[in-house]
């Protein structure tokens, strides 16, 4: 009867003690994970929320195309052609919300490039102006919306594009040929604008996206004073190509 006295203790006392490492165990697994040390690790590219405001900035250089024109000058002769013009920079600045994969953006953009040369027709005469001067400047507002294409890593690619209106700034130009010239004075000319962007972001923080991207620009031909006297001119599309780089600032992330 002793020996019976002596083991039943040692048998409650056991399996006690396995009570008690398995509730302690639960116990360190429960705040392990109530402190997210087991919680899945988060993409370096990901975003907590898809839901954010931001800020964009962004400048770059711009090569415009050609342009197709027509222009009755003082002299009582039209003349029509082809101008060309130099290499020149844009910027652009704005605000956009981002829903996850697609963003919206509304910005305002700047351009300048000055006038090269022309190819001229008139009185059955065609040739390469001389002396061409002057230069163009486009202030847009733009709607446009992105497709950005999600990965695991910080960088993320995108396309998009967006309409809207743009304020066309032609300076005084002037120009000569061997059969006569004309010089202007300033212009100001409204017209619908386009664009389409193609780039790749880089997520350098929490808050703060570096971005790079391929732009072409474009609006549609439009009628109005070319600067050169008496009467309006008539004018193709002012399109370019051109590339940027920038920033998006990430609001209350």
Known sequence: MAAIAISAPSAFS?????????ISEEQT???????????????PGATNSSGYWYGTIAAGALQPQNQSGY?????GYAISGTVQRNAGFSGEVGMGYNFGSVRTELTYGYTSNSLASAQASAMGISEKTKGLTGYTTTNTFIASAYWDIKNSSRFTPYLGGGFGYGLIYQSPAAFQMNYGGSTGSSAYISVPVYQGKVGVSYKASSLVDIFAEGVYHGTTGYDGESG????ASQNGPLNYWGGNIGFR???GK
């Open 14 to 22: 056991s399996a006690n003690a396995e009570t008690s490492s398995k």
């Open 29 to 43: 697994t429960k705040k392990a994970n109530n402190s997210g040390f087991n919680r899945p690790k988060s993409e």
């Open 71 to 75: 222009v009755q000058t003082h002299y």
């Open 228 to 231: 050169f006297t008496p009467n």
């Open 249 to 251: 600032f990430r609001f």
